[in-house]
């Protein structure tokens, strides 16, 4: 198993709290209020994992109009490391991030129908134990009983960032694209690409940061981003302004879904 290459946990504080002068513009443009049906859901559940030998928690977005005889493309969206109670983390992004209203906005602006599953993740940086967890327990529970059609994205922010581009590069057939907001990323991941000679086989890729983020490496997700270009992969680097907070995710959140929505089709 890998070795675990981690930022210092007290790095990781500032993902629950701060403040940022980030400001996007309206990534839909003009919405019709009646170009889609208003109300999704958001549905909360639980598996008894043999693997981590307790119950983790997930939250689960499923489009307005979601019809259960049909197949839908799936994101997984990966939250930070958080201080504190750690048991119902999958809602961050519901209760910090405001991914639902998000989420709604894109659909609303005819975005693709997706289901959108919100894992807790705890502190496992989304690896060791967690990730078969999460390939062979989680993954197949909630797209049996949310008809995955076999498309799948993953994103998250900060740990979630370290999250997406781990599962991204290690198990790249699985995933249609990878947007890491923030992430906490590593320069040996780009190890995992050499596991596969066919570089084909790997998703596109976005790697967002804030200019004036001080918690992550910025220096170290760039290294990363011009080790995955010299090996044959497809990935845009953004940098704008922005820090290491709720304000900045919230502004990548609908760029990952035009992005997903776009690979989906």
Known sequence: MKKL???????????????SNTKDNDPWGNIDPGSAPKSSSIIESSVSSSVLHQTMT??????AGYDKTKTYPFLYLLHGYEYGDQSRLDRCWLDKGNAAKIADDYLKANGVPMV???PNGMSYFYQGDYETYFHNELMPKVEANFNCNG????????MGGYGTLYHALKYPSKFLYAYAMSPAADTWMASLIDAQSDKSVFPDFTIEVGIQDLTVDNSKAKSLYNSMIKKGLTCDYIEREGTHDWPFWQGCLPKALIKMGQAFK
């Open 5 to 19: 290459f981690l930022l210092p946990i007290a790095l990781f504080v500032w993902a629950a709290c701060g403040t």
């Open 58 to 63: 997930y939250s689960v977005w499923l489009p």
């Open 116 to 118: 959108i599953v919100m």
């Open 151 to 158: 498309k799948r994205g993953i994103s998250g922010l900060s």
